[in-house]
């Protein structure tokens, strides 16, 4: 079955600080890996997209890894602002001859406390 | 919310009635996409469309219709046959590349409550 799992369910950090949340998934055959965030009561923004070749990308303070061999990912936040407090999805995507799939993850939820 | 507006903001329906979502785009993306988000659980894909006049059902499509008349525009209807409603709706569009790699932008979503 295809799934997508995110830890942890959520968490709390200090601004300033750095933290690495992250994301399992079982779907085959893999296409691409997009990590998402999503403010409360707000639609999702992409973050960062990654391939099978990639390893990793960075988007400002935001750095995804991904390790497609064991079918991990994790988004590093660095130096934490009060702005990131958020909900962070893992998204994958599979395709085959029938189309693709997109299979969300539930989410992480970030608190960044002063 | 990169040019992808979603109305209304709160929407409050009484059980049996049908009620229908708006979402448009002037992204002039070909693909859009409706989902349901409930709390501890990923979004759920309801419809699709690729291009104007065609749209696929999702993986949750029971109690839901779509229409795609214009590329700018694709409407969700809740039907009384939605057994659980109460959600919050995103909307969502695209460049159709047919693998899932093109970013889906999303609209700000309609919290739906049925009293």
């Known amino acids: 079955k295809n799934q997508v799992e995110q830890s942890p369910q959520s968490l709390i950090i200090l601004e300033g600080k750095n933290c690495t949340l992250q994301?399992?998934?079982?779907?085959?055959?893999?296409?691409?890996l997009r990590w998402y965030k999503q403010d409360t009561g707000r639609g999702p923004v992409s973050l960062t997209i990654m391939t099978f070749s990639e390893n990793t990308k960075s988007n400002g303070r935001y750095t995804a890894t991904l390790d497609a061999d064991t079918k991990q990912s994790s988004l590093h936040i660095t130096a934490s602002q009060l702005s990131d407090s958020a909900s962070y999805i893992c998204?994958?995507?599979?395709?085959?001859?029938?189309?693709?799939?997109?299979?969300f993850g539930a989410g992480t939820r970030l608190f960044v406390k002063a | 919310d990169g040019g992808i507006t979603q109305s209304p903001k709160y929407l409050f329906r009484k059980e049996g009635q049908n009620v229908t979502l708006s979402c448009e785009q002037n992204?002039?993306?070909?693909?859009m996409y409706w989902y349901r988000q409930d709390p501890g659980q990923g979004l759920r894909l309801i419809y699709y469309s690729q291009i104007v006049n065609d749209f696929q059902k999702g993986d949750i499509a029971e109690g839901y219709s779509v229409s795609r008349e214009k590329k700018e525009s694709f409407p969700l209807t809740v039907t009384s046959a939605q057994k659980n409603p109460t959600a919050f709706y995103l909307c969502?569009?695209?460049?159709?590349?047919?693998?899932?790699?093109?970013?889906?932008?999303f609209g700000p979503g309609t919290r739906l409550t049925v009293l």
């Open positions: 992204l002039n993306h070909d693909a």
């Open positions: 998204v994958v995507s599979s395709t085959n001859t029938g189309g693709f799939k997109t299979i």
């Open positions: 969502a569009s695209s460049i159709w590349d047919g693998a899932g790699y093109n970013e889906q932008f």
């Open positions: 994301c399992n998934y079982t779907v085959s055959p893999f296409s691409n």
